[in-house]
């Protein structure tokens, strides 16, 4: 409940009446309080105020400007309305070029989960949407169920972090309307749950995708009764394709370009519109993205088995696998035989319990042998349609160092080669193998190691990577005109450095006077790439954070890298705070006498 209380000065006077609340009811939510003059009408519309609050769920009522006093809702300007969060949400939803299915979907989690709390309130305000009111969102999200299924659970990260993004995406709209409604977005400043925030059951898989051998593959795959779905699956499995993509797929679009070259044309994908009350209309139309418009190569066994099916019987137009009329073959109709074979597949032991996998697990599982046997991301997010190599990044870059020793002790084993172990060195090196790429030299005593290096960074950076055979008296001799007093051999590496997924946020660039010289308006948004442990942002902490002079001495940088992405954002905050504390003690500032910066 609100309340009125008054504000009183040393004398004991009557300075004003404020009303006080917890937004939205909360015992642990943010204070929110409004002021009113210290005379009876000023009581007056404290009371009046109070009720209004109270009556909206301990929320700002609707139509309420703050400092202004209150404003009857249907009083309302339409230009007041307008910017009413509900009203200004369904506004930026209708104007998005997107499906109607899309919009549908957003539309319904707005009235679901985000309009119960920030519904009636301004998207202009500072007050009403902030750091604290926004993380008390989420921390109340944090303890919705939902229903999954025939299960009713708490409202998974995933899901949160989905809901996060679409307010976060209603805001940012308002930072950069012309001209702005708000500075900047407080979605920005707030810290989403990780994953593992409440742990997991013993019977719950920990990870989102469920990732299969291919001895898994091929033992599920015999678990299906009908031949067409054993293909179907080995297709699936060796294609990665998108379940809208391969059902969409004619016998015009699998083709043999030329002897012993097999491939794929994806050019088109199931599309769904949510016609409410109608029934979905599904149709033809383009790959999810433009990237997902592309040729994949598949093998010659599984060209064989296409063949033998009766490929070259199919007209040019006739679905490569349709449902049982020629027709679209629907998810839910599939996915009934799908987990008979998964229930028979753990029964026969070839299937782990625990492994709960969907058909989709079956592209997580195609990625998962490619980096295996040493592919890299970029073949693999072309391959799978990713218009991004972040998104392949983002979703599978944690395979990557198993994926790549994996790769080399392949190697090591075909070609019978027998590896020194790890920190030893070779017993008489003649030869130090060096990679020249940035300003650095990198010395290996494998020449292998050396060449993967070099490949991965013109591959994945774009850098220049030079391979040179260098004698060791050559490297002792360089290493000690540059930056060593010893004879440098302690530096050759034995193996690959080591590698980590690193984000970044910024460099925020801050003039004298605290102004912001930032050229991107997108700097603070954290960005993240593989680091190397010899280039300077490699580190194995949460977050790093610095704020400086640059060499300049005219203006001051901040930036932050680090392991976990919401301690990055954290660092930043505090580092940019710093470097204004720093333009405030600047002495060209002191001299000239100017304010303090704020």
Same mark, same amino acid.
């Given at each position: 409940?609100?309340?009125?209380?008054?504000?009183?000065?040393?004398?004991?006077?009557?300075?004003?009446?404020?009303?006080?609340?917890?937004?939205?009811?909360?015992?642990?939510?943010?204070?929110? *309080?409004?002021?009113?003059?210290?005379?009876?009408?000023?009581?007056?519309?404290?009371?009046?105020?109070?009720?209004?609050?109270?009556?909206?769920?301990?929320?700002?009522?609707?139509?309420?400007?703050?400092g202004?006093?209150?404003?009857?809702?249907?009083?309302a300007?339409?230009?007041?309305?307008?910017?009413?969060?509900?009203?200004?949400?369904?506004?930026?939803?209708q104007?998005?070029?997107?499906?109607?299915?899309?919009?549908?979907?957003?539309?319904?989690? +707005?009235?679901?989960?985000?309009?119960?709390?920030?519904?009636?309130?301004?998207?202009?305000?500072?007050?009403?949407?902030?750091?604290?009111?926004?993380?008390?969102w989420?921390?109340?999200?944090?303890?919705?169920?939902?229903?999954?299924?025939?299960?009713?659970?708490?409202?998974?990260?995933?899901?949160?972090r989905?809901?996060?993004?679409?307010?976060?995406?209603?805001?940012?709209?308002?930072?950069?309307?012309?001209?702005?409604?708000?500075?900047?977005?407080?979605?920005?400043?707030?810290?989403?749950?990780?994953?593992?925030?409440?742990?997991?059951?013993?019977?719950?898989? *920990?990870?989102?995708?469920?990732?299969?051998?291919?001895?898994?593959?091929?033992?599920?795959v015999?678990?299906?009764?009908?031949?067409?779905?054993?293909?179907?699956?080995?297709?699936?499995?060796?294609?990665?394709?998108?379940?809208?993509?391969?059902?969409?797929?004619?016998?015009?679009?699998?083709?043999?370009?030329?002897?012993?070259?097999?491939?794929?044309?994806?050019?088109?994908?199931?599309?769904?519109?949510?016609?409410?009350?109608?029934?979905?209309?599904?149709?033809?139309?383009?790959?999810?993205?433009?990237?997902?418009?592309?040729?994949?190569?598949?093998?010659?066994?599984?060209?064989?088995?296409?063949?033998?099916?009766?490929?070259?019987?199919?007209?040019?137009?006739?679905?490569?696998?349709?449902?049982?009329?020629?027709?679209?073959?629907?998810?839910?109709?599939?996915?009934?035989?799908?987990?008979?074979?998964?229930?028979?597949?753990?029964?026969?032991?070839?299937?782990?319990?625990?492994?709960?996998?969907?058909?989709?697990?079956?592209?997580?599982?195609?990625?998962?042998?490619?980096?295996?046997d040493?592919?890299?991301?970029?073949?693999?997010?072309?391959?799978?349609?990713?218009e991004?190599?972040?998104?392949?990044?983002?979703?599978?870059?944690?395979?990557?160092?198993?994926?790549?020793?994996?790769?080399?002790?392949? +190697?090591?084993?075909?070609?019978?080669?027998?590896?020194?172990?790890?920190?030893?060195?070779?017993?008489?090196?003649?030869?130090?193998?060096?990679?020249?790429?940035?300003?650095?030299? +990198?010395?290996?005593?494998?020449?292998?190691?050396?060449e993967?290096?070099?490949?991965?960074?013109?591959?994945?950076?774009?850098?220049?990577?030079?391979?040179?055979?260098?004698?060791?008296?050559?490297?002792?001799?360089?290493?000690?005109?540059?930056?060593?007093?010893?004879?440098?051999?302690?530096?050759?590496?034995?193996?690959?450095?080591?590698?980590?997924?690193?984000?970044?946020?910024?460099?925020?660039?801050?003039?004298?006077?605290?102004?912001?010289?930032?050229?991107?308006?997108?700097?603070?948004?954290?960005?993240?790439?593989?680091?190397?442990?010899?280039?300077?942002?490699?580190?194995?902490?949460p977050?790093?954070?610095?704020?400086?002079?640059?060499?300049?001495?005219?203006?001051?940088?901040?930036?932050?890298w680090?392991?976990?992405r919401?301690?990055? +954002?954290?660092?930043?905050?505090?580092?940019?705070?710093?470097?204004?504390?720093?333009?405030?003690?600047?002495?060209?500032?002191?001299?000239?006498?100017?304010?303090?910066?704020?």
């Amino acid at each position: 409940m609100a309340s009125v209380v008054s504000r009183k000065n040393a004398a004991g006077e009557i300075t004003s009446y404020q009303v006080k609340w917890r937004l939205g009811g909360g015992r642990t939510a943010p204070w929110q *309080t409004e002021r009113f003059p210290p005379d009876d009408e000023g009581l007056d519309a404290a009371e009046i105020f109070k009720e209004a609050v109270d009556e909206a769920g301990q929320r700002w009522p609707a139509g309420w400007v703050k400092g202004q006093g209150y404003i009857d809702p249907g009083a309302a300007t339409p230009d007041d309305l307008r910017y009413r969060f509900d009203n200004y949400a369904r506004e930026s939803i209708q104007n998005r070029t997107a499906s109607l299915r899309y919009k549908h979907g957003r539309l319904r989690e +707005l009235e679901n989960y985000i309009f119960p709390t920030f519904g009636t309130c301004d998207v202009r305000s500072t007050e009403h949407f902030s750091k604290a009111t926004v993380q008390a969102w989420i921390n109340k999200m944090r303890m919705t169920k939902v229903k999954r299924g025939s299960k009713i659970k708490l409202m998974s990260s995933q899901t949160l972090r989905g809901l996060h993004g679409l307010l976060s995406s209603v805001l940012n709209e308002a930072v950069v309307a012309e001209p702005p409604l708000r500075d900047r977005n407080p979605c920005d400043l707030t810290r989403l749950p990780k994953d593992d925030d409440r742990g997991a059951s013993d019977h719950e898989s *920990t990870d989102e995708m469920e990732f299969m051998t291919p001895e898994e593959i091929a033992g599920l795959v015999d678990c299906f009764p009908k031949a067409a779905d054993r293909l179907f699956v080995r297709f699936l499995y060796g294609t990665g394709l998108r379940w809208g993509e391969v059902t969409a797929l004619a016998a015009k679009h699998v083709r043999s370009p030329s002897a012993g070259r097999y491939e794929v044309r994806v050019t088109r994908a199931w599309k769904r519109e949510v016609m409410p009350p109608h029934p979905d209309v599904w149709w033809l139309g383009p790959p999810k993205s433009r990237a997902g418009r592309r040729t994949v190569e598949i093998t010659a066994g599984l060209w064989q088995e296409l063949i033998d099916f009766g490929l070259s019987r199919l007209r040019s137009d006739d679905l490569l696998f349709p449902n049982g009329n020629g027709t679209r073959l629907p998810y839910s109709t599939f996915y009934d035989r799908w987990l008979a074979a998964v229930k028979e597949a753990k029964r026969r032991g070839v299937l782990p319990e625990w492994k709960k996998p969907t058909v989709h697990d079956l592209r997580h599982s195609h990625v998962a042998a490619l980096l295996s046997d040493g592919h890299s991301l970029t073949y693999v997010q072309r391959r799978l349609g990713h218009e991004s190599i972040k998104t392949t990044s983002d979703r599978y870059g944690h395979l990557l160092e198993t994926a790549h020793k994996a790769a080399l002790n392949t +190697l090591d084993r075909v070609l019978r080669i027998r590896s020194p172990r790890p920190g030893q060195m070779p017993e008489t090196p003649q030869w130090v193998y060096t990679v020249l790429t940035g300003g650095r030299i +990198l010395g290996f005593w494998r020449e292998l190691d050396a060449e993967e290096i070099a490949e991965r960074m013109v591959r994945e950076r774009g850098a220049s990577a030079l391979v040179e055979k260098w004698s060791t008296d050559r490297w002792i001799e360089t290493k000690r005109g540059r930056d060593s007093e010893s004879d440098g051999l302690a530096e050759v590496r034995t193996d690959l450095p080591a590698r980590a997924f690193i984000w970044m946020v910024g460099p925020g660039v801050y003039a004298v006077d605290g102004r912001d010289l930032r050229s991107e308006p997108r700097v603070a948004d954290p960005r993240g790439v593989w680091v190397w442990d010899f280039e300077e942002e490699f580190t194995k902490e949460p977050a790093c954070g610095t704020a400086e002079w640059s060499l300049s001495q005219r203006e001051t940088v901040a930036r932050a890298w680090g392991t976990d992405r919401e301690a990055v +954002l954290a660092a930043y905050e505090t580092a940019r705070a710093e470097a204004i504390r720093l333009c405030d003690s600047h002495p060209d500032r002191i001299a000239q006498g100017r304010e303090p910066v704020t």
